[in-house]
């Protein structure tokens, strides 16, 4: 069985359509959908319950502990962890359960994402998400449970870069790992450049205590630095073939990437600055 666990806080414009486009699989035996609510004053729990599926009260800000309390209700052999402005394509979700219940499983797994929502800014997005697909910028969204508990879940004391840290300790257990040739959506809607740019800056400011724990290593350089982020994530694997061939979108993506560096810069080194000067 596949646990899908969504965490919510005030999603209730959100989780309709995001259980709606996996409660089928509950339905028919083969998965099971938990709804980890951090106390929502909206109506995100009711309209969770009326859809049938399994609400778990847990009071804790951090998107990793919510997780963390989903897991401990799973009765699945698989977690499967989305976000509740998320909707998982049908046939992407068959393909997850045929994969994991598969004569030779992978310990985890790596689910293509797409934006949803119109205008250039979301093509821009798209285009550009489409490179991190299985590499370290990217994260897992499946696992074995048996694992997630070997390897003690996401470390709570990290919020935003806790799937990238998950990530490093599992694939220092295990390279059975394998992304889907499906996609989900993520439903940001019409998302605007400051809005998200506020977004981005919410999660940066807990990247210090990412780099803190692993170092200035190669992969902390290439998930942090300009280098990878900016240029060779758009190259490596011959990927520089599709990169060049879309020239309009290429420049696009860079001069987007360059302004929201811009907004990101002062938050991501003032943080280590100040614990120099302590």
């Not at 399994?54 to 977690?79: H, I, K, T």
């Not at 520089?240 to 879309?246: D, P, V």
Request: charged fraction near 25%.
């Amino acid at each position: 069985m596949l646990s899908i666990i969504i965490p919510t806080k005030n999603e209730g414009c959100n989780i309709s359509a995001c259980i709606n486009a996996v409660v089928w699989a509950q339905e028919k035996g083969s998965a099971e959908v938990i709804v980890v609510d951090n106390h929502s004053t909206d109506n995100t729990v009711a309209i969770a319950r009326s859809l049938g599926v399994r609400v778990v009260p847990f009071g804790n800000e951090r998107s990793s502990q919510r997780n963390r309390g989903g897991m401990v209700e799973a009765r699945g052999e698989y977690l499967f962890f989305i976000d509740a402005d998320m909707q998982v394509r049908a046939e992407t979700l068959k393909e997850i359960l045929v994969l994991v219940n598969g004569e030779s499983p992978p310990d985890a797994l790596y689910v293509r994402e797409e934006m949803s929502g119109s205008g250039l800014l979301t093509r821009i997005r798209n285009f550009e998400r489409s490179f991190y697909d299985a590499t370290c910028i990217d994260g897992l969204r499946v696992v074995r449970k048996s694992l997630f508990l070997e390897l003690n879940g996401f470390d709570e004391s990290l919020c935003g870069p806790e799937d990238w840290d998950f990530d490093r300790r599992l694939l220092q257990k295990t390279n059975k790992v394998a992304i889907t040739k499906g996609t989900l959506l993520h439903n940001e809607g019409d998302i605007s450049l400051m809005r998200l740019i506020q977004k981005k800056r919410y999660y940066a400011g807990n990247m210090h205590v990412y780099r803190k724990k692993w170092g200035n290593d190669l992969i902390v350089r290439k998930q942090l630095g300009v280098t990878y982020r900016f240029f060779w994530v758009f190259m490596e694997n011959g990927r520089w073939k599709r990169s060049l061939s879309h020239p309009f979108m290429l420049l696009s993506v860079w001069i987007y990437k360059f302004v929201v560096c811009l907004f990101l810069v002062g938050t991501l080194i003032k943080p280590e600055q100040s614990q120099q000067a302590g």
